[in-house]
Nanobody
Framework: QVQLEESGGGLVQAGGSLRLSCTSSQRTFSSDAMGWFRQAPGREREIVAAINWSGSSPYYATFVKGRFTISKDYGKNTIYLQMTSLQPENTAVYYC??????????????WGQGTQVTVRS
């Protein structure tokens, strides 16, 4: 497993933006996915977006609706999640995940500790 360090969460007003970062301790196979998941209180963890190092098109959950962008910096072993037009329903703990073979929670081998995103109306 790789170590993942997340940053960028916080409190934001509705309509605002945040950028989450996740740095991996080592680079995994180019076909491996890295992704962002979220978990709101009382709800199951769900995928937000995923990307792999090989350059395939990123995956986005339907609820993203074009407001979030996942990107990568290959040289820094880092992925980002740029979130715009945030709404209170986006409030959750956001988790970075790596060594993924799909888009489900069980498809990822390594997880970060999570970063809280709170959107105030």
């Amino acid at each position: 497993q790789v170590q993942l360090e997340e940053s960028g969460g916080g409190l934001v007003q509705a309509g605002g933006s945040l950028r989450l970062s996740c740095t991996s301790s080592q680079r995994t196979f180019s076909s491996d996915a890295m992704g962002w998941f979220r978990q709101a209180p009382g709800r199951e963890r769900e995928i937000v977006a995923a990307i792999n190092w090989s350059g395939s098109s990123p995956y986005y959950a339907t609820f993203v609706k074009g407001r979030f962008t996942i990107s990568k910096d290959y040289g820094k072993n880092t992925i980002y999640l740029q979130m715009t037009s945030l709404q209170p329903e986006n409030t959750a703990v956001y988790y970075c995940a790596a060594e993924g073979s799909g888009i489900g929670v069980s498809d990822f081998r390594s997880w970060g500790q999570g970063t809280q995103v709170t959107v105030r109306s």
